[in-house]
């Protein structure tokens, strides 16, 4: 793989902590969600930080992939709800629900080009074979 870009972050202190890019431009507190036992403090946490750059990098795949085909889908927008769940091994996973909106084309179309984005799309290949990704694609 030739590398394009490399970013640095750290994190402290857990769910419970901080985490901080290495430039600067994030330094966010972490909080613990209710529904896995903590207080739903005012930070943010690490499926929320997921599910935003998921929504953003496979938006971008979208766009990608349609200037491929001459169209200008640029009012599309993707929203991605991100599960923690417990699995029966004691291990946790992740699963993805993309929500996919591409208005102003055709149903077929917008499906055609979710499954070419999911082809292009750093995230979707790394998740690729470890987190159920289902798509909500609408028009």
Do not use: W
């Amino acid at each position: 793989m030739k590398i394009l870009y490399t970013t640095i972050a750290t994190a402290t202190g857990g769910r419970k902590g901080t985490t901080k890019s290495s430039d600067g431009k994030l330094d966010l507190a972490l909080s613990m969600p209710k529904g896995m036992g903590g207080d739903d403090g005012p930070g943010t946490n690490p499926e929320q930080l997921f599910a935003c750059a998921y929504a953003a990098c496979f938006n971008n795949a979208l766009n990608l992939v349609s200037r491929f085909k001459r169209m200008n889908i640029e009012s599309s927008s993707v929203t991605a709800n991100v599960d923690i769940g417990s699995n029966p091994d004691r291990t946790y996973g992740l699963a993805v629900q993309l929500h996919v909106n591409i208005p102003g084309i055709e149903q077929a179309t917008a499906e055609s080009l979710t499954a070419d984005a999911h082809k292009v799309c750093p995230f979707s290949n790394a998740t690729k074979g470890n987190v159920q990704v289902d798509f909500i694609v609408t028009v």
